[in-house]
């Protein structure tokens, strides 16, 4: 099992900034993948951006240029930076997990950009 604790989500102006974090603890594999998605109301929830523990990187196109997720192996942390907000970035960010064919997922936290 892995558990998975986010912070960060907030409400914030558009342009703003806000930082997530995520801590995995548990039985945690060396190889991984960790990463962030997001769920709009009323729709599918979709990759934000993902990194591997060798620190390969992918993300959504919406974000790119404006997130950055670097991760912190020593802490099983995973962090997204998140500038230039915009008000389609409202949504419930989840923070996950994934190794060998093991899926895991955090609570979810909010953010919500106001114009």
């Known amino acids: 099992q892995v558990q998975l604790v986010e912070s960060g989500g907030g409400l914030v102006q558009v342009g703003g900034s806000l930082r997530l974090s995520c801590a995995a603890s548990?039985?945690?594999?060396?190889?991984?993948?960790m990463g962030w998605y997001r769920q709009a109301p009323g729709k599918r929830r979709l990759l934000v951006a993902k990194?591997?523990?060798?620190?390969?990187?992918n993300y959504a196109d919406s974000v790119k240029g404006r997130f950055t997720i670097i991760r912190d192996n020593a802490k099983n942390t995973v962090y997204l930076q998140m500038n230039s907000l915009k008000p389609e970035d409202t949504a419930v960010y989840y923070c996950?997990?994934?190794?060998?064919?093991?899926?895991?997922w955090g609570q979810g936290t909010q953010v919500t950009v106001s114009s």
């Open positions: 996950n997990y994934y190794s060998l064919t093991y899926d895991y």
């Open positions: 548990g039985s945690i594999f060396r190889i991984n993948t």
């Open positions: 990194i591997t523990s060798g620190g390969d990187t």
